[in-house]
């Protein structure tokens, strides 16, 4: 069996998850069920960086792991509500990645590629990473709006320009490693012109894991934080899972974390022997109502309450139409709303109505005989989008159909073909509709995995809970049956103020 490993971001629980951290965590749950619905089987690995300083300051006076098992706790009661279908909530203070990242460290230790060194840079929390000057703006991190530290330490350093050329040779063979385009370019650039060895421990830290043999120093968070993905599929305690899972087929980052993830880790891997993750891709950002998102403007937005409020799949529909992914974006409630009632209640919502009322109507809820149909491409680009991470552009084909679709009924005019008693005429056009629904509730169940289990109970048909190999049969034009039973429901969407 086809496997497909896909990997989030681990997140900091220093506060609550906002919009950004759900974006990728539902890209990512986009992508893993389309991948189950392809009939492989998905390895969808989420989780929590709990080894970071920024950790222990957020925890104030409390116990630091009281205080992360309840944030852990909080994330993945937050990714659970959100219907997220990982396999795996990975958490650094686990004793399985504690020992992954001893095993790594003493693996590219005895390579020769760790050795201590003294550093004095500037040094930014919120990023937790040195940075240089020329960084940045009015002396401030520009991401952080912070003033970095100074700090000088003596530290363990790995040897990354070691890998600079088999890096740079591995980037260039391998086109699809970073996407997209404008992101493989930054990531070519920083590691000709910008990349030096890096500091993988802090001596001034009393939280995060013990570097081994010098347990005065504790291993850098990134460092660290990057061996999830190993550890996640047992690098360290389960040979067969690991052989069967890594490399990765896919992991989803937003576009501040490139370098980690396009220079540091695979240069981390090449040193320790491992074959390196097939695709990273880089999300990117959004505004909310055209301004920055933070906590002191105060127009934060709670992916729970506006799941609450509009229901995951429309959150989900939203944010991945409205903002082509791997590109930056705005996030507007009132679009979302405006959307809704375009897209959602008057196109797709109205022609399922539609075409389920006239069926009852005119074939007492039975469906026709077979009749040919108008899907033509419409799959082959599907796949091709997703194979691709082009989310809204998928989205956009499942549209094209839904348009088409609804000129079809203005075309074929159902009601003046009964009227006229052009009986074979009605059954087939009605047919073509039925089944269209049929097909767009295969495409939309990766988006919107409740509207296309809604569509496949008004249509009859059992809901695509569990995936088999025979499931490609489901794609095949003629697969509704004709003497079929229908089952008319609510109407998916009704319209929103
Ligand atoms: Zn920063």
């Known amino acids: 069996m086809k496997t497909f490993y896909i990997t989030t971001p681990i997140y900091y629980i220093n506060g609550k998850p906002s919009i950004g951290h759900a974006y990728t965590a539902i890209a990512a749950d986009i992508l893993a069920r389309y991948h189950r619905m392809l009939g492989e089987e998905v390895m969808f690995q989420t ?30 009661r937050t990714f659970d509500s959100l219907g997220l279908t990982h396999n795996r909530f990975i958490r650094t203070t686990e004793v399985a990645h504690y020992n992954s990242v001893e095993k790594f460290w003493k693996t590219v230790e005895s390579k020769g590629d760790i050795y201590l060194g003294s550093y004095e840079g500037l040094y930014c929390q919120g990023c937790e990473a040195f940075v240089n000057e020329s960084d940045l703006v009015d002396d401030q991190c520009p991401h952080h709006k912070k003033v970095p530290k100074t700090i000088k330490e003596n530290n363990y350093f790995f040897r990354l320009t070691k890998y600079r050329d088999d890096l740079l040779a591995y980037i260039d063979e391998h086109p699809d490693f970073i996407q997209p385009e404008a992101r493989r370019n930054e990531v070519l650039s920083y590691v000709r012109n910008f990349m030096t060895d890096i500091s993988i421990s802090r001596e001034t830290m009393n939280w995060g894991i013990p570097v081994p043999g010098d347990e005065k120093h504790r291993v850098y968070v990134w460092f660290d934080a ?37 220079a540091l880790w695979p240069a981390m891997l090449m040193s320790a022997g491992l074959p ?44 991945f139409r409205e903002i082509p992914f791997g590109g930056d974006g705005d996030f507007s409630e009132a679009r979302l709303v405006g959307r809704y009632n375009t897209d959602l ?72 073909l009964a009227k006229l ?41 059992e809901t695509p809970k569990e995936f088999s190999q025979s499931f490609e049969s489901a794609w095949v034009w003629g697969e509704l049956k004709s003497g079929h039973k229908l089952a008319k429901g609510e109407p998916l969407f009704p319209r929103k103020e």
């Not at 990117?284 to 933070?294: N, V």
């Open 421 to 461: 008693e052009e009986k074979k005429m009605l059954n087939d056009t009605l047919y073509v509709l039925l089944e269209t629904l049929r097909h767009i509730a295969w495409m939309l169940y990766p988006f919107m995995p409740t509207t296309a289990e809604k569509m496949f109970v008004q249509l009859g048909l």
């Open 226 to 262: 990057l061996i999830n993905y190993l550890s996640g599929v047992g690098y360290v305690d389960d040979t067969t899972a690991f052989e069967k899972w890594w490399p990765a087929n896919l992991h989803l980052v937003g576009k501040d974390i490139i370098k980690f993830h396009c």
């Open 47 to 76: 989780g929590t960086d709990e080894n970071s300083q920024k950790n222990v300051e957020a925890a104030k006076e409390r116990d630091v792991k009281e205080y992360l098992d309840e944030m852990a706790a909080l994330w993945e």
């Open 276 to 319: 390196l993750p097939k695709n990273v891709f880089a999300h990117g950002f959004f505004t909310i109502d055209g301004q920055k998102m933070s906590k002191s403007l105060g127009n934060t937005v709670d992916p729970v309450e506006m799941a609450e409020k509009y229901g995951n799949d429309v959150l989900r529909y939203f944010l």
């Open 345 to 416: 209640a008057n196109e797709l919502g109205n022609l399922v109505n539609r075409v389920l009322t006239m069926t009852e109507k005119y074939t007492n809820g039975t469906v026709p005989e077979v009749a040919d149909g108008f899907l033509a491409g419409a799959w082959p680009s599907y796949h091709l989008a997703l194979e691709e991470n082009r989310l809204s552009d998928a989205l956009d084909i499942v549209w094209g159909l839904i348009r088409q679709a609804n000129q079809f009924i203005d075309q074929q005019q159902p009601w003046q």
